[in-house]
Nanobody, 120 residues
Framework: QVQLVESGGGLVQAGGSLRLSCAAS??????MGWFRQAPGKEREFVAT????????DYADSVKGRFTVSRDNAKNIVYLQMNSLKPEDTAVYYC???????????????WGQGTQVTVSS
């Protein structure tokens, strides 16, 4: 059974940093992604990383501030978030899929989400 479990969310002041983790169990996926959803807004793509090659892609809004990485030995994907802004406040979800994509519907499995709140 596939399970994705996020952790690392919390409350941070603007300009601060957080590192989110996503522990995957059940199988290894070719691609992992991070998405977020703010209150009253649609879910949006944040970052993606291929499991084997380490190729990454980012939303324009987070480029230069967020870094996605993975530890294959531990089956964990990370999202390092620096220079956080109040507009980064959202529930962050990790997702697993079979090919690199910025589209949520192309991911097969989702975690339960972790709340990130950035105060001004």
């Amino acid at each position: 059974q596939v399970q994705l479990v996020e952790s690392g969310g919390g409350l941070v002041q603007a300009g601060g940093s957080l590192r989110l983790s996503c522990a995957a169990s059940g199988r290894t996926f070719r691609n992992m992604g991070w998405f977020r959803q703010a209150p009253g807004k649609e879910r949006e793509f944040v970052a993606t990383i291929t499991w084997s090659g380490g190729s990454t892609d980012y939303a324009d809004s987070v480029k230069g501030r967020f870094t996605v990485s993975r530890d294959n030995a531990k089956n964990i994907v990370y999202l390092q978030m620096n220079s956080l802004k109040p507009e980064d406040t959202a529930v962050y979800y990790c997702a697993a899929g079979y090919a690199p994509s910025v589209k949520g519907y192309e991911y097969r499995y989702w975690g339960q989400g972790t709340q990130v709140t950035v105060s001004s």
